[in-house]
C-alpha cells in the first residue's frame, strides 16, 4: 500500500512538472526587499504559477518584462526634449551601448548621509563612492559587477556590532580600530542559460530563499560570498543548487602563518520548489556544511556533494564520523485571498526522535519558523503593501560542535540576524506613487542572552555541546532581553536605473536587559543614496 501511494504522489509530482510554461531567464534582478516590493502583483498572482521563494528574479522572466520595464521608464521624457545631463541624472544609465549583439551600460554609484544620534549627542555619517558595470552578450549571457569604497561613522549600536564582530552588517570586513570605519564591498555575477530549462551562475554575491522579509532557510544577511549556482525549471518545478565557499575570520587559526589567512567552511545547498496548484507552492530544503581544512589536513570541496539529485542525508552519513552539519527544511506559501499570501518556513537543524515530542525542552532539538501573511493594495490603495511576521529558533540552533560548520560567514548568520534562542515579530508597510516611496517598519523581538560565561544557546559561533543544561531548556533562556526598533523611511527617486534618490530616515531602537538595564538610540538621517541591495540594520 505504502509502494501503491509513493507511486501516485510520484506520478502526479512528474505529471504538474511536465506541464512545461515558462524557459528559465537570465538577467538577474539585484535582490532588494524594497524594489521587490514593486512586483507584487506579478509575483503573488493567483493566475499564475510563479516561483517566488528563490532569489534574485530575473528581469526578462516573462511574467516580469513588462512591470520591469515600466519601472525603469519611470518619469522617461518620451519626447526627447530634455538635456545630456538631466536624462543621465534622472533617467538614463551614465554610459550605455546597445547593439543587436550585447549591451553594456555603467554607473556611478554614491551613498552619501549624515544623520544625529541624540541620545550621545554623536554625528553619524556615511560616505560611499561605488560604481556599476553589467550587460548582455546575446540571449544567453549576462554578466554584473559593482564595488564600493566606504568610510562611516554609525550609531552606538552598530558600531558595538562592527567592535565585537569585524564585519559591517551585510557588508563586508575592513579596518576598524577607530571611530571611523574604512571598509570596501564588491559583488560580481555571470549568468549563463544555455537552453529555456537551466540557468548556471557563478558568483560573489548573496542568495535567499523564502517569502517573507527573513529567511530561517537561507537569507542574505551575512557578507557575499563565492558560489557556483544552477537553477533549472521544467513547469511546475523549480529546482536550485549552490555550491558555496564562505570565510570564517572568527574561527580558530590552524597555524600563525599570516599567508594561509582565514579559515574557509563550503556549503552544498539545496531547494526544490513545486507549484502544486494556482494558489499553493511547497519547497523543499537541504544544506550540508563543512570545513575547508582541519587541523589533521587540507579538505578541499567534497565531491561526494557535487550531485544535484540527491538527498544529502545519506551521503553525510556514509562516513560513521563525520564532521560535516547538515540541515533540512520546508517552505510553503499559500496564496489565500486575491493580493493575499500567508506562507511559512520551517528548518530542522537537529533533533532526537525520542526527545522531540516530550516536551521537556532538550537541547538538541533545535529547529526554526517563521509564518506570515503579505499582500498588496491594501484597503484597495495601489501600490500599498503590507507583511506582518513571526519568527523564532530554539537555543543552540544553527550551531555545531564547532564553528567552522556553524551556519555562518563572515562572522555573520546564514539565516536570521538575531541568530538563535529568540522569538521575533515585525510589521513592515510600503508605498508607492510615483517617483515618492514611504516605508514604515516596526518590530519586538525577545531574547537571552548568555551570563556567567556560559552558552544559553543565542550565539551560532559557539560550541553547541558547551551547554550547561540538558533539559529544560527554552526560548528567551539566559539574560532576558527585549528589543523594540522602529524606523520610516521617505525617498524621491531620481533615476529609476540605479535607483538615486533623496532618502530621509528615522530609527527608534530600544534594547532592554534584565541585568544591566536599557539602551536606547535614536537617530535622523539625510542621504543621497543609490543601488539595489539590502543592508540589514534592525536588530
Not at 574557509?264 to 563543512?290: C, M, P
Not at 560535516?324 to 499570501?341: A, F, M, Q
Not at 534562542?421 to 514611504?438: A, Q, T
Given at each position: 500500500m505504502r509502494k501503491l501511494t509513493f507511486l501516485i504522489c510520484s506520478l502526479q509530482f512528474l505529471y504538474t512538472a511536465s506541464k512545461a510554461q515558462d524557459s528559465t531567464a537570465n538577467n538577474v534582478i539585484p535582490y532588494s526587499y524594497s524594489f521587490y516590493q514593486k512586483l507584487n502583483s506579478q509575483v503573488y498572482d493567483r493566475n499564475s504559477r510563479f516561483h517566488s521563494a528563490i532569489k534574485g528574479f530575473y528581469s526578462d522572466d516573462s511574467m516580469l518584462v513588462n512591470r520591469y520595464q515600466s519601472l525603469m521608464r519611470l518619469g522617461t521624457d518620451s519626447l526627447n526634449k530634455r538635456s545630456w545631463l538631466r536624462r543621465k541624472v534622472t533617467e538614463e544609465h551614465l554610459f550605455q551601448v546597445r547593439t543587436p549583439e550585447y549591451t553594456v551600460y555603467a554607473d556611478f554609484l554614491p551613498d552619501f548621509q549624515i544623520g544625529k544620534e541624540f541620545n550621545e549627542s554623536k554625528t553619524t555619517w556615511k560616505n560611499t563612492r561605488g560604481y556599476q558595470v553589467g550587460g548582455t552578450m546575446g540571449k544567453k549571457f549576462s554578466f554584473y559587477t559593482n564595488a564600493y569604497e566606504n568610510q562611516g561613522v554609525f550609531a552606538n549600536y552598530i558600531?558595538?556590532?562592527?567592535?565585537?564582530?569585524?564585519?559591517?552588517?551585510?557588508?563586508?570586513?575592513?579596518?576598524?580600530t577607530g571611530k571611523t570605519k574604512d571598509w570596501a564591498y564588491v559583488t560580481a555575477l555571470l549568468s549563463f542559460t544555455p537552453s529555456k530549462y537551466i540557468n548556471i551562475a557563478l558568483g560573489y554575491d548573496k542568495n535567499f530563499i523564502g517569502d517573507g522579509y527573513r529567511s530561517m532557510l537561507l537569507s542574505d544577511v551575512a557578507a557575499n560570498y563565492s558560489f557556483l549556482r544552477l537553477r533549472a525549471s521544467l513547469g511546475n518545478v523549480q529546482y536550485q543548487t549552490i555550491f558555496a565557499y564562505m570565510l570564517d575570520p572568527g574561527a580558530p587559526k590552524l597555524t600563525s602563518d599570516r599567508r594561509?589567512?582565514?579559515?574557509?567552511?563550503?556549503?552544498?545547498?539545496?531547494?526544490?520548489?513545486?507549484?502544486?496548484?494556482?494558489?499553493?507552492?511547497?519547497?523543499?530544503?537541504?544544506?550540508?556544511?563543512?570545513?575547508?581544512?582541519?587541523?589533521?589536513?587540507?579538505?578541499g570541496f567534497d565531491f561526494n556533494y557535487v550531485h544535484p539529485f540527491v538527498f544529502l542525508r545519506p551521503i553525510e552519513g556514509s562516513n560513521g564520523e563525520s564532521p560535516?552539519?547538515?540541515?533540512?527544511?520546508?517552505?510553503?506559501?499559500?496564496?489565500?485571498?486575491?493580493?493575499?499570501?500567508?506562507?511559512g518556513q520551517f528548518m530542522f537543524d537537529e533533533f532526537t526522535a525520542k526527545e522531540i515530542f516530550a516536551g521537556n525542552g532538550y537541547w538538541a532539538n533545535k529547529w526554526a519558523a517563521q509564518i506570515g501573511v503579505r499582500g498588496s493594495d491594501l484597503f484597495k490603495v495601489e501600490s500599498l503593501n503590507y507583511l506582518l511576521e513571526f519568527n523564532t529558533a530554539r537555543p543552540y540552533t544553527y550551531a555545531h560542535y564547532q564553528r567552522i560548520s556553524g551556519y555562518s560567514g563572515m562572522n555573520q548568520p546564514l539565516a536570521?540576524?538575531?541568530?538563535?534562542?529568540?522569538?521575533?515579530?515585525?510589521?513592515?508597510?510600503?508605498?508607492?506613487?510615483?517617483?515618492?516611496?514611504?516605508?514604515g517598519q516596526g518590530t519586538y523581538a525577545r531574547y537571552g542572552l548568555d551570563k556567567d560565561n556560559l552558552n544559553y544557546g543565542k550565539s551560532v559561533f559557539l560550541d553547541n555541546y558547551a551547554h550547561p543544561n540538558d533539559y529544560g531548556n527554552k526560548v528567551g533562556q539566559g539574560v532576558k532581553t527585549n528589543l523594540y526598533f522602529a524606523e520610516l523611511k521617505a525617498s524621491y527617486l531620481l533615476n529609476p536605473k540605479y535607483n538615486l534618490r533623496l532618502e530621509v530616515g528615522g530609527v527608534y531602537r530600544r534594547e532592554s536587559r534584565e541585568d544591566i538595564g536599557a539602551k536606547n538610540t535614536q537617530l535622523i538621517t539625510f542621504g543621497l543614496r543609490s543601488t539595489f541591495r539590502n543592508l540589514y540594520q534592525d536588530f
Open positions: 558600531t558595538e556590532f562592527i567592535d565585537s564582530n569585524k564585519v559591517v552588517p551585510s557588508e563586508m570586513s575592513g579596518k576598524f594561509l589567512g582565514d579559515r574557509a567552511k563550503w556549503n552544498a545547498i539545496q531547494y526544490l520548489d513545486w507549484n502544486v496548484n494556482n494558489r499553493l507552492s511547497l519547497g523543499f530544503f537541504q544544506a550540508v556544511t563543512w570545513a575547508d581544512a582541519e587541523p589533521e589536513g587540507k579538505r560535516d552539519k547538515l540541515r533540512i527544511g520546508l517552505n510553503t506559501k499559500y496564496e489565500l485571498l486575491e493580493k493575499t499570501t500567508i506562507y536570521h540576524p538575531l541568530g538563535a534562542n529568540f522569538r521575533e515579530f515585525l510589521g513592515i508597510l510600503n508605498y508607492s506613487y510615483r517617483r515618492f516611496d514611504f516605508q
